[in-house]
């Protein structure tokens, strides 16, 4: 599966975006999706995943009430919507599959979108 991240930008401290990521190749709802960021000089974390057919979900605590996960496998596309978003937001998001079981760590996922910048300005 091919995946392609978009829908970041700059925003002010208390803004909302939401990203988006669309798959292309193999049947989209065969994939567990996730979504990881990456902030210059530190390691890529988990921010969020959801099930197959969108019945599950789960947030890294830091996030938990202010971003939403979603999937419309119509369309082969997962979003993260992001509210209230913060400074240390600021970061590259990327979106990843995997085909087995929920998972939360980086490499359990083996596919990855280019990623896409989000800056959250104080």
């Known amino acids: 599966v091919q995946l392609q991240a978009s829908g970041g930008g700059l925003v002010q401290a208390g803004g909302s975006l939401r990203l988006s990521c669309a798959a292309s190749g193999r049947t989209f709802s065969t994939y567990i999706m996730g979504w990881f960021r990456q902030a210059p000089g530190k390691e890529r974390q988990f921010v969020a995943y959801i099930s197959r057919i969108g019945e599950s979900w789960n947030y890294a605590e830091s996030v938990k009430g202010r971003f939403t996960i979603s999937r419309d496998n119509a369309k082969n596309t997962v979003y993260l919507q992001m509210n209230s978003l913060k400074p240390e937001d600021t970061a590259v998001y990327y979106c990843?599959?995997?085909?087995?079981?929920?998972?939360?760590?980086?490499?359990?996922?083996?596919?990855w979108g280019q990623g896409t910048e989000v800056t959250v300005s104080s």
């Open positions: 990843a599959a995997r085909e087995s079981t929920i998972a939360t760590m980086p490499t359990d996922y083996n596919y």
